[in-house]
């Protein structure tokens, strides 16, 4: 299965973003790619956003879609630009973890049938352990 991402920060926010890509952006999708959970769900995509406020809100980070014909998930992640900017490149990558978990839960309200999203949040706990992010 393909699980990626991509994300709209702030440049303030640009070297704990960078320190986090090795991981999201690098280990992640490698992790999942021979991995299977049903044929409802062929890729998780999640977009992460953290932005200064003063530009207001980004409705994409609270997105969460479903394109049955693509298979396809799409799920927003909203981060908190005045939490996140306090944190060392350690706490961002563990912050953006919990935020992965939480919102991955959320999938069940999708109802998508064929899918086994308890197996697969059982296997994205056990990348960011792995890892060391939880």
Do not use: H
């Amino acid at each position: 299965m393909k699980v990626w991402n991509n994300g709209w920060y702030s440049k303030d926010l640009i070297e704990s973003v960078s320190y986090a890509d090795q991981i999201f952006i690098g280990k992640l999708p490698k992790y999942f790619e021979d991995r299977t959970y049903g044929s409802g769900v062929k890729e998780i995509f999640y977009i992460e956003v953290c932005e200064n406020q003063i530009f207001g809100t980004n409705s994409v980070g609270k997105s969460l879609f479903y394109n049955q014909r693509k298979n396809k998930i799409e799920i927003g992640l909203e981060l908190d630009f005045l939490i996140a900017i306090k944190m060392t490149n350690v706490q961002f990558c563990r912050y953006l973890a919990n935020k992965y978990m939480e919102r991955s839960l959320d999938i069940s309200e999708l109802l998508i049938q064929d899918f086994d999203l308890k197996i697969y949040l059982t296997d994205l706990e056990d990348f960011f352990i792995t890892n060391s992010v939880l």
